[in-house]
């Protein structure tokens, strides 16, 4: 059992660049969520999804955009990339208020 | 809208002695309160939750926390700490119970253990 897998772990990103971080979950949870963690911050919620289809934005959702399109695959877009983007991004997901699962994250830096 | 206070960004303590992180929280409904562990790079861990009832919870690796209401706080303690502590702390809240609109987290405390 695989939970949250993030891809990739590492990456360098040029200013205006596009990239899309992946995240694939196993258990069929239906809530997925992104966050971004910047150091001494915490994690900031960027976007979520209660289900296949439906998607919301969270507290830092500028300059990102998600898509749900299966239970299993919550992508993360970043269509112009910019230097405050440079950050770790985690995935995660949960069934219910039970526990959320997170991937490993992607370091992400731009340059 | 609901917030989370992590008092102090590093903690020292000794092998053994009482671990304290401390936490409070703003949230105009009854909120659920997480600890959460991690490790260096690596994702997060659950550590325990408080949802509803017993307001002293139990969690992994020795760790419990205290749901306060009248002082709106849920600090995380262990009575010895171990070398294998050393990580960095996050506490959170949601008012939905986190399956929907997802957590607040506070800033973190990383935790030093000195030999």
């Known amino acids: 059992n695989a939970g949250v897998t993030q891809t990739p772990k590492f990456r360098i990103l040029k200013i205006g660049q596009s990239m899309t971080l992946q995240c694939t979950q196993d258990m ?11 150091p001494g911050m915490g994690l900031k919620l960027i976007y979520y999804s209660v289900g296949a289809g439906i998607t919301d934005k969270g507290e830092v959702p500028n300059g990102y955009n998600v898509s749900r399109s299966t239970t299993e695959d919550f992508p993360l877009r970043l269509e112009l ?3 405050s983007q440079t950050s770790v991004y985690f995935c995660a997901s949960s069934y219910s208020w039970v526990e959320a699962f997170f991937g490993q994250g992607t370091r992400l830096t731009v340059v | 809208a609901q917030s989370v206070t992590q008092l102090g960004s590093h903690v020292s303590v ?17 909120p ?16 325990l939750k408080y949802t509803t009832g017993a307001t002293l919870v139990k969690g992994i690796n020795g760790f419990e926390a205290e749901f306060k209401k009248s002082e709106t706080s849920f600090h995380l303690t262990k009575p010895s ?20 609109d997802g957590l607040t987290f506070g800033k973190g405390t990383h935790l030093i253990i000195q030999p």
Do not use: I
């Open chain 2, 32 to 47: 659920y309160l997480f600890w959460y562990v991690q490790y260096p790079n690596q994702g997060l861990q659950l550590l």
């Open chain 1, 28 to 38: 069929n949870h239906n809530y997925m969520y992104w966050y971004r963690q910047d």
């Open chain 2, 81 to 100: 700490a171990h070398m294998s502590d050393a990580a960095e702390y996050f506490c959170a809240v949601s008012v939905s119970g986190g399956g929907a």
């Open chain 2, 14 to 30: 000794s092998e053994g002695a009482l671990v304290l992180l401390r936490c409070n929280y703003s949230s105009s409904v009854p």
């Open chain 1, 81 to 83: 990339a910019a230097p």
